[in-house]
């Protein structure tokens, strides 16, 4: 069954930078997109960017644009987003979510747990 | 960026009884592929969002048939034909036409 699972939670200062990770299984990794989604407390969903696990493509928010890199490890079947520079506002629940690229339209199948962010000095 | 609007915020229902909640895009979704680009989630309490409609009408694998989503351009609905208990939460419409994909204000679904 397709599973994608997402390290437990962060605590970062200011100005520190966090990596989530998020191991997909149960598909072939490479054929599919992998969008990151954060929720601060009592929002709606923001998205932040995806990458194309085959090539590793990626395209990012404006938003975020000087702040966010996400990478993949075809050999650990696993994407990761870094943010840096964090402030208070980061202060998120940070998902994941599969995307079948060879499909039309974008929409996010499965989703990771989410991993709970907290910037605080 | 395209801004996502939804309403009501808020819809208390009753169980068997049908609900309806409406988004709308600042602009079209209709893709020259003659798609509506317009997704619903349910984000049930303590948990990640789940895929119910994508495509603006389609449901995902494993969604009841009571939920169904119609609409176009700017003007889309996702309709409960009967209510149940498990159905509560936050329902979101997402565009995912042009980045960056953007998520409605989302709309409380309890039971009065």
């Known amino acids: 069954q397709v599973q994608l699972v997402q390290a437990g939670g962060e605590v970062k200062k200011p100005g520190a930078s966090v990596k989530v990770s998020c191991k997909a299984s149960?598909?072939?990794?490479?054929?599919?997109?992998i969008h990151w989604v954060r929720q601060a407390p009592g929002q709606r969903p923001e998205w932040m960017g995806w990458?194309?696990?085959?090539?590793?493509?990626?395209q990012y928010s404006q938003r975020f644009q000087d702040r966010v890199t996400i990478t993949r490890d075809i050999s650990a079947s696993t994407a990761y987003m870094e943010l840096s520079s964090l402030k208070s506002e980061d202060t998120a629940i940070y998902y994941c979510?599969?995307?079948?690229?060879?499909?039309?339209?974008?929409?996010?199948?499965?989703w990771g747990q989410g991993t709970v962010v907290t910037v605080s000095s | 960026d395209i801004v996502m609007t939804q309403s009501p915020l808020s819809l208390p229902v009753t169980p068997g009884e049908p609900a309806s909640i409406s988004c709308r895009s600042s602009?079209?979704?209709?893709?020259?592929?003659?798609?509506?680009?317009l997704d619903w989630y349910l984000q049930r309490p303590g948990q990640s969002p789940q895929l119910l409609i994508y495509?603006?009408?389609n449901r995902a694998a494993g969604v009841p048939d009571r939920f169904s989503g119609s609409g176009s351009g700017t003007d889309f609905t996702l309709k409960i034909s009967r209510v149940e208990a498990e159905d509560v939460g936050i329902y979101y419409c997402?565009?995912?036409?042009?980045?960056?994909?953007?998520f409605g204000p989302g709309t409380t679904v309890d039971i009065k």
């Open positions: 990458i194309y696990a085959g090539n590793g493509n990626t």
């Open positions: 979510a599969r995307d079948d690229a060879s499909a039309a339209g974008s929409y996010f199948d499965y």
């Open positions: 602009q079209s979704l209709l893709h020259s592929n003659g798609y509506n680009y």
């Open positions: 149960g598909y072939t990794f490479t054929s599919y997109v």
């Open positions: 997402m565009q995912p036409l042009q980045t960056p994909f953007t």
């Open positions: 495509l603006g009408s």
